[in-house]
């Protein structure tokens, strides 16, 4: 699906990955507020304002800890914390882009 005002659209995309120890409830919570925080972090970036354009792609992905500390190392990301399971580190929100290490196209979708 591509947008009429950017026909050519960039391939861009946006991973929000969320640990699979976390309950529901609280992943739930933590991709809203990782999806508003990552934008909030990166509104200024070229490419943030090409994906917010459209088509707008995303992927909720369901890691476990190695996965989460493996994935810190990459940049231009945001990490979530929830208060109610004391401060724990729950969830990872990556500045859209077009190029991802390898690694995260074996990610299982969050379902």
Not at 14 to 38: C, E, K, N, Q, W
Not at 64 to 92: C, M, W, Y
Request: with cysteine; charged share 25%; net charge neutral.
């Amino acid at each position: 699906m591509s947008n009429p005002a950017n026909p050519a659209g960039p391939n861009l995309k946006s991973y929000i990955l969320i640990r699979d120890s976390v309950p529901t409830g609280f992943a739930v919570l933590a991709a809203a507020h990782a999806s508003l925080a990552m934008y909030l972090r990166f509104h200024d970036d070229d490419d943030v304002r090409q994906w917010l354009a459209g088509p707008f792609r995303k992927a909720v992905c369901k890691v476990n800890d190695e996965e989460f500390e493996r994935a810190k190392q990459v940049p231009d990301h945001v990490v979530i914390t929830e208060s109610a399971l004391d401060g724990q580190e729950v969830a990872l929100a990556f500045r859209p882009r077009t190029e991802w290490p390898k690694a995260f196209k074996f990610l299982r979708l969050f379902r």
